[in-house]
């Protein structure tokens, strides 16, 4: 108080709170700096492929130039014109795309600021009054009651019972009893009772308390600060197509280069000399060659293919946000996942109790109010007569309730271990408000409620039923042990000291499994007693009915999604802010872990740990308890400094970071923050991990299609460039009306190749299915070429003899006399129809003999568009004019049809005869 020049019972003054305000800002979180749209689309211009085609631009441009000022052919100046605008357009359907992929919606600081949006109740002029919670400062006297938000952080003054949710920060469900003690300075956030939080949930008392700190000065600030500063990680596929896309630029670069050179040489060897006109004369070429080095539709074809995953996705109940994150899911080797709300539901739950002697087991997950009483000595249903004392007991020495809200679903209201006990009786129909509306001689009546207190461990409720008193206890177990003298066991009442071991037991019992216990008492009284006894002389010479074991149950899907995960080489790592024998058993019962004394590394242990010794340990540590956001984020480097790729859950606030550090975050959509579902790349729409299986999967099938169409789309490229430099190299004399200069293909039809003909069948893989259970095989190695595994040998095989095929097609044409866009027409549809018949034996790592070719409609529709538009284009006479194509004779269009499947069909079946891998 003295630090903060504050007063207790004046609060701050209004000119003092003002003068803060102006020092210490206003209590929200600020915004991060954003980069302007305009910077995004510039960068996605500068890209290694489009750098390319910007060449291509350029050259079309110094060709145009050249004929309208210094040959005065307007003619094939507007043919480079038309050229250069075709590639323009290519390049703003590429960076549109790949600037919308990348353009995503940065919500989380605007999220977090929300939270703290509300009314605060401070005391300021020796006034209680209400004010907008950013007008908070510190120093700030504030009071909270049950199902307030507390706005700023807060060392408390006073409190009455207080117990606040901090499930957001630490991750436990729990609440929290709050106190005003001191404490010592290292005391980890998770058990720094005498604090409140921003953003936490009074859920049962009130309190008092000073702010010390407000915006980002928050602990709520600091996981913003963490935001800010947690770089985006490249997905996989980001950086495998980036690390191709600059091979191929430099490929480019060499062989327009070599083209060049050697026309170059070749002029100066026949001439003597090296002239403008010769260097012109060979640009046409050179474009050509440079356009067809590239994949120009591979972030086109990509986004397309990533986007059909994502609808995949979304099938199964995934939201993806970053398209280029549904392959991730596929890579992913560790899940590093939040406990709370994530692996279990954050809703007590009582699966447990032992009353009467007998051990019950108790159906049903969370607060809906469903679920089976079973004797787990016989396992068949039970006579409520069994346990109807120890519910009625724990029903009415409780406050809580369970309301449906809007969407039909039952929330809590009060403290979450009470609940607990109400959704309990109501499984067994006992319900707190039914009893107390009875008439005649179940008449009930509460008359007095001596409220729980931390000193005491007890809560207790005086009642009148019909004519009789009862005091109705409960608490913790061995305390009611002290305060009892028997307990109900095979329906006699057994001395405490008789009983004590058996009850001991079943506590232990239900430790060993990581349930929180609680035990229900009750005292016949008398009518005087009752009415005038203290509250120590009540509390006393008690009967113990039974115990409750209580528990934040594991999501029931789960197990089998761990199993199902670890078949497929996918660690799942539990990482939560709950005490460590919790996560263990919780860890245990999932599968996480086969051992119940697994190895478990709290957070004061990794404060301990210097980043090598956290990099050394953390490739086989499982369970990782009483962690903060910071932890999260160094566990999750550790294990990517490992090559691993990790995606991490969670659903708190505490988990925003965390996930934006990850490989791939992915939040709960139901129950999840807004804040962590904005720095989310996946959200759960149904909060099942079963899910997140299920997504793994669809990326491991969309990584193995996207493999296929780059297989499609570099072949293509590789017979592009090979049947244009065949031509450069060879055909040094004129050939009937076919000069030396004149190249296979324009680059019009170079384009027309990539972005129509190769590029549609190639997206349409994307509706492939997987040849083989992807689950049941490793993730891939993300520092692994996409060419690797035989891959380049099979495009470069079947590129070099397609590229063949299409200059033997146009070196015929040419000896038949034919004309040169005649020529280029005839080698542009062997190209076309070549790579359109390649399109099936690329869609399997095998051969094409071992996939249904009409398994994937999409592929069929695709394959049909591209053929007949491309047969189209060589007869209307604007194609011609734009394209330089040129109708052919029917025989010709059978003959460019047909006769290129052969390369497909003769290589696909000697690999299928002789098991020949690199084919």
């Not at 049947?723 to 076919?738: D, E, K, R, V, Y």
Request: proline letters at 3%; charged letters at 20%; hydrophobic letters at 45%.
């Amino acid at each position: 108080m003295k630090q903060l020049k504050t007063s207790r019972h004046d609060g701050l003054t209004t000119v003092t709170a003002n003068d803060r305000l102006t020092k210490y800002g206003q209590n929200e979180i600020q915004h991060e700096q954003r980069e302007p749209a305009w910077k995004v689309f510039l960068r996605s211009l500068g890209e290694p492929i489009v750098i390319i085609l910007w060449i291509a631009i350029g050259l079309t441009l110094i060709s145009a130039s050249y004929d309208f000022f210094v040959k005065n052919d307007h003619a094939h100046g507007m043919s480079a014109i038309y050229e250069g605008l075709v590639i323009f357009v290519v390049i703003l359907i590429n960076s549109s795309l790949t600037y919308w992929q990348k353009l995503k919606a940065q919500k989380s600081l605007d999220a977090l600021s929300a939270v703290s949006r509300h009314q605060s109740n401070v005391l300021r002029d020796n006034t209680w009054q209400k004010i907008d919670a950013t007008q908070l400062v510190p120093g700030d006297i504030v009071d909270v009651k049950m199902g307030d938000f507390i706005e700023a952080d807060l060392r408390w003054l006073s409190v009455n019972e207080l117990q606040v949710n901090e499930s957001h920060l630490t991750g436990e469900s729990d609440a929290v009893q709050k106190t005003r003690d001191a404490l010592p300075k290292e005391t980890e956030l998770g058990d720094r009772t005498n604090m409140g939080f921003s953003g936490s949930t009074v859920v049962n008392g009130s309190g008092i308390g000073v702010v010390t700190a407000t915006g980002m000065d928050t602990e709520l600030g600091k996981i913003a600060n963490l935001l800010q500063q947690t770089k985006q990680q490249k997905t996989p596929i980001e950086q495998t197509v980036s690390q191709l896309t600059k091979r191929l630029m430099l490929a480019a670069f060499g062989v327009v280069t070599v083209a060049i050179a050697y026309d170059l040489v070749k002029e100066y060897l026949n001439t003597g000399m090296i002239t403008i006109t010769g260097l012109m004369n060979n640009i046409s070429g050179a474009i050509a060659l440079a356009v067809a080095s590239i994949p120009d539709a591979l972030p086109v074809v990509l986004s397309i293919v990533l986007t059909i995953g994502a609808r995949v996705l979304a099938r199964n109940k995934g939201l993806i946000k970053s398209l280029s994150s549904v392959e991730t899911l596929g890579a992913t080797t560790f899940i590093a996942s939040d406990k709370t709300g994530t692996l279990t539901k954050n809703e007590m739950t009582v699966t447990r109790f032992f009353a009467n002697g007998v051990n019950f087991a108790v159906d049903g997950d969370g607060y809906d109010p469903v679920g089976e009483i079973n004797s787990i000595k016989d396992g068949k249903n039970v006579q409520e007569s069994d346990f109807i004392s120890f519910l009625q007991s724990a029903v009415l020495n409780n406050e809580a309730q369970i309301q449906r809200d809007e969407n039909g679903n039952y929330a809590p209201l009060g403290n979450p271990t009470d609940v607990s006990l109400i959704v309990l009786g109501h499984k067994a129909q006992i319900s707190r408000d039914h009893l107390l509306s009875q008439t005649g001689e179940q008449d009930c009546d509460i008359l007095r409620v001596l409220p729980f207190e931390s000193t005491r461990k007890m809560m207790s409720t005086v009642v009148k039923i019909g004519n009789k008193y009862q005091l109705l206890t409960k608490g913790a177990p061995d305390v009611l042990m002290r305060h009892s003298e028997s307990a109900v066991l095979a329906d006699n009442s057994v001395a405490i000291d008789d009983a004590k071991a058996t009850l001991e037991q079943q506590v232990l019992d239900y430790a060993n499994d990581a349930l929180r216990t609680i035990a229900v008492a009750k005292r016949e009284l008398t009518k005087e007693e009752a009415l005038n006894a203290t509250q120590t002389q009540l509390e006393q010479k008690l009967t113990i009915l039974g115990i409750a074991g209580i528990i934040d149950p594991p999501r029931p899907e789960v197990q089998k999604s761990i199993a199902t995960l670890r078949k497929a080489a996918v660690e799942v790592v539990m990482i939560t802010g709950d005490h460590a024998a919790t996560a263990r058993a919780i860890a245990y019962r999932l599968g996480i872990v086969t051992d119940k004394q697994a190895p478990v590394i709290e957070g004061r242990e990794i404060e301990q740990l210097s980043d090598e010794q956290l990099f050394e340990l953390a490739p086989d540590i499982r369970v990782y308890a009483r962690v903060s956001p910071e932890h999260k984020q160094r566990i999750i480097k550790a294990l990517q400094k490992h090559d691993q790729v990790v995606a991490m859950t969670g659903d708190g606030v505490n988990d925003a970071p965390a996930l934006r550090a990850a490989d791939i975050g992915i939040a709960m959509g139901i129950n999840g923050t807004e804040v962590t579902k904005d720095s989310a790349d996946l959200i759960l729409l149904d909060d099942k991990f079963t899910t997140i299986e299920k997504s793994v999967a669809a990326g491991r099938t969309i990584f193995a299609n996207i493999k296929n169409f780059m297989r499609q789309e570099l072949t293509t490229n590789v017979a592009e460039v090979l049947s244009i430099l065949l031509g450069t190299f060879l055909i040094t004399q004129p050939i009937g009306h076919i000069s030396e200069l004149t190249p296979t293909l324009t680059t019009i039809m170079v384009l027309w190749v990539n972005m129509i003909s190769d590029s549609m069948p190639s997206f349409a893989m994307g509706y492939d299915e997987p040849e083989h259970d992807i689950m049941a095989v490793k993730p891939r190695n993300v520092n692994e070429s996409v060419l690797a595994n035989h891959l380049l040998s099979r495009v470069m095989i079947r590129g070099f003899v397609m590229g063949f095929a299409v200059f033997i097609a146009f070196y015929w044409a040419a000896k038949a006399g034919m004309q040169p866009n005649e020529a280029q027409t005839v080698a542009f549809l062997t190209l076309v129809f070549g790579q359109l018949w390649h399109v099936f034996d690329a869609r399997s790592s095998h051969t094409l003999f071992r996939r249904n070719p009409f398994s994937n409609p999409y592929l069929i529709a695709t394959v049909l568009f591209a053929g007949i538009s491309s047969l189209a284009i060589t007869m209307l006479p604007f194609f011609n004019t734009l394209m330089g194509t040129s109708p052919l004779s029917w025989e010709v269009y059978i003959a460019v049809i047909f006769l290129p499947a052969l390369p497909t069909f003769i290589l696909s079946g000697l690999k299928e005869a002789f098991k020949i891998k690199i084919w």
